[in-house]
């Protein structure tokens, strides 16, 4: 079991930047979950997928946020244009299925300059 | 809304002694309770969980007991060394989707 799998790890680049990030969730997991975390704000919510069908994106801060999940192993999350205020860490993370253990990625850490 | 409150958000104790770090919840209908560690710079990783119809989990030096009536759970962990040091941050599934976290616990193991 490879784990929940994001890319890049890191990524700096300068404000008005596209940004995507990648995850590749555990093979047979059918819930998918973005998260960003801060110092400030903790670990937030951003878009929850079932079945590649985005359920909630109520957390995602803005219209220049949008996430994909065109199949079951494979989710994008994409900012444009980018701000320093997006500088965080984003996890991705996949449950079984709801209610059962999620198991988180590695991360991305963003910098916006 | 929704909401699970954690503490203490920092926690200082020496190596072998205890530490319990407790979380109140405030959706009645959450019936799962993960807990989390978190490693500077790492990704949080599942220690330990617990469901709604049981009170308590032990796994080794780590358990886990809840208070369904208090709507609220504790995460103990006994005989403290300096490789527990992290944050752990507690969770609450609210029955639906959502894992409402908490805020976090540093926890620092001192030697």
């Known amino acids: 079991d490879a784990g929940v799998i994001q890319s890049p790890r890191h990524e700096v680049t300068e404000m008005g930047q596209e940004v995507t990030l990648r995850c590749k969730p555990i093979?047979?997991?059918?819930?998918l979950f973005w998260y960003r975390q801060t110092m400030m704000r903790g670990l937030e919510l951003l878009i929850y997928?079932?079945?590649?069908?985005?359920?909630?994106d109520s957390g995602m801060p803005e219209d220049r946020f949008s996430a994909k999940m065109p199949n079951a192993s494979f989710s994008t999350l994409k900012i444009q244009p980018s701000e320093p205020r997006d500088s965080a860490v984003y996890f991705c993370?996949?449950?079984?299925?709801?209610?059962?253990?999620?198991?988180f990625g590695d991360g991305t850490r963003l910098s916006i300059l | 809304g929704e909401n699970v409150e954690q503490h203490p958000s920092t926690l200082s104790v020496q190596e072998g002694d205890s530490a319990v770090i407790k979380c109140t919840y405030s959706?009645?209908?959450?019936?799962?309770f993960p807990w989390y560690k978190q490693e500077l710079g790492k990704r949080p990783q599942l220690i330990i969980d617990i469901r709604s119809n049981v009170g308590e989990k032990k796994d080794q030096r780590i358990a886990v007991t809840l208070n369904k009536t208090a709507k609220h759970f504790s995460l103990h962990i006994t005989e403290t060394q300096p490789e527990d040091s992290a944050v752990y941050f507690c969770a609450a599934f609210s029955g639906t989707y959502k894992y409402i976290f908490g805020t976090g616990t540093r926890l620092k193991v001192l030697a």
């Open positions: 997928f079932n079945n590649n069908v985005p359920i909630d």
């Open positions: 993370a996949s449950s079984r299925d709801r209610g059962e253990p999620q198991h």
């Open positions: 093979s047979g997991h059918n819930s």
């Open positions: 959706d009645s209908a959450s019936n799962y």
